[in-house]
């Protein structure tokens, strides 16, 4: 599976590229065909944190995705995911949701590279792909905002983030050496990452469960209370928060 993290390494990097070539271009019908490829890619990116959000248990009020300024006056695709209540999120929320463009991004780049490479299609359908690809590169990158949430989340309670990162690197690892991924043929290279990812995620929350009972066991033994389990979401608020700062993810274009 160490090739899946070559092409998450592989799209960031590019999406910086193309991204900073994207600003810079200014021919006037090149630039209008960049701004449509741009759009698609703030959607895909903006539907990847929306999807997230859901998946990992995160309250959305609102997706915002525009391809004009908020002034209206010039063009510049951009978008948000509303999160009112990001306080309460864990640090795996947060991370989860946060790298969730580039993680999508890639899944349906390489869907594309089969599409082109692997399978008989159409010329149009091809020449689809390859646009596709380029809007892909384009939106993939988390934004500074994306990041900037990470590290915000992970300060407001270390302990129980490195937990989480704990938990998630002994998933990974069991899933890399145990666990046979190709027990089912799938007809995409690609469902392979894909499968590998959510076996990754059911990992961490046997783990997570295990440590629970192994720990009321204990407590059960000793006679001294444990915390009820914490799949994902915390049950408190964090009082350093601003939520008012922190209130939306905003795709940075």
């Not at 701004?35 to 959305?60: D, P, R, S, W």
């Not at 020449?127 to 380029?134: G, S």
């Not at 899933?175 to 990452?193: C, G, K, N």
Request: aromatic share 18%.
């Amino acid at each position: 599976m160490l090739d899946l993290f070559f092409w998450l390494f592989f799209m960031l990097l590019v999406s910086i590229v193309v991204q900073s070539w994207y600003r810079r271009a200014h021919t006037p019908g090149f630039k209008t065909i960049l701004h449509v490829l741009a759009f698609v890619g703030v959607f895909v990116h903006e539907v990847a944190h929306y999807t997230f959000c859901v998946l990992f248990g995160v309250k959305v009020d609102k997706i915002r995705i525009k391809y004009r300024s908020e002034d209206k006056i010039r063009v510049a695709p951009h978008g948000s995911v509303g999160t009112p209540e990001l306080e309460r999120n864990s640090f795996l929320q947060t991370f989860a949701v946060s790298v969730a463009p580039l993680l999508v991004s890639t899944f349906l780049f390489l869907f594309c590279l089969d599409v082109i490479f692997n399978i008989e299609t159409d010329p149009w359908v091809n020449v689809v792909a390859i646009f596709f690809c380029v809007s892909l590169m384009i939106g993939s990158e988390p934004s500074g905002q994306d990041m900037r949430l990470i590290g915000v989340t992970f300060r407001k309670d270390p302990k129980y983030s490195v937990y989480q990162i704990a938990l998630i690197v002994a998933s990974g690892l069991i899933v890399w050496f145990f666990v046979d991924l190709y027990f089912i043929s799938l007809p995409f290279e690609v469902l392979y990452y894909v499968e590998y990812f959510f076996f990754v995620v059911f990992g961490y929350f046997v783990l997570k469960i295990a440590f629970w009972i192994v720990g009321r066991s204990f407590s059960a033994l000793s006679k001294t209370k444990f915390p009820s389990v914490r799949l994902l979401t915390r049950k408190r608020r964090f009082k350093m928060f601003s939520p008012r700062k922190l209130q939306e993810k905003e795709a940075q274009w």
